[in-house]
């Protein structure tokens, strides 16, 4: 599995995907957090770097997933924006 370079500390899980490779999965205020302290960044130039340089990579398909965590209320603004999932058992019309 490929790993992000110095982040092996914000690795929260692996990710299971259908026919495709495992993946780590990464928490995004963590990597923030390892970029604040290790390279004394600002947050605002950690988000920057991350943005850029890790969330702007694609590797193919064993490139890491990176998590960010959300606020029940940011939950609840994307569910209103999103339509819902429809499985193919249910009555469309």
């Known amino acids: 599995m490929i790993t992000w370079d110095n ?3 914000a690795i929260i899980g692996i990710g299971n995907r259908c026919g495709m490779p495992d993946v780590y999965v990464y928490s995004y205020e963590k990597m923030l957090t390892i970029l604040m302290k290790e390279d004394n960044l600002t947050e605002r130039d950690a988000i920057d770097y991350l943005e850029y340089n ?3 990579s694609y590797v193919g398909e064993a490139t890491p997933v990176i998590v960010r965590s959300i606020e029940p209320d ?3 603004e994307l569910e209103r924006q ?3 999932y429809r499985t193919d058992k249910e009555d469309i019309n």
Do not use: A, I, K, N
Request: proline share 8%.
């Open 54 to 56: 890790v969330l702007g």
């Open 74 to 76: 940011e939950r609840f």
């Open 82 to 84: 999103t339509e819902p």
């Open 7 to 9: 982040f092996d500390d």
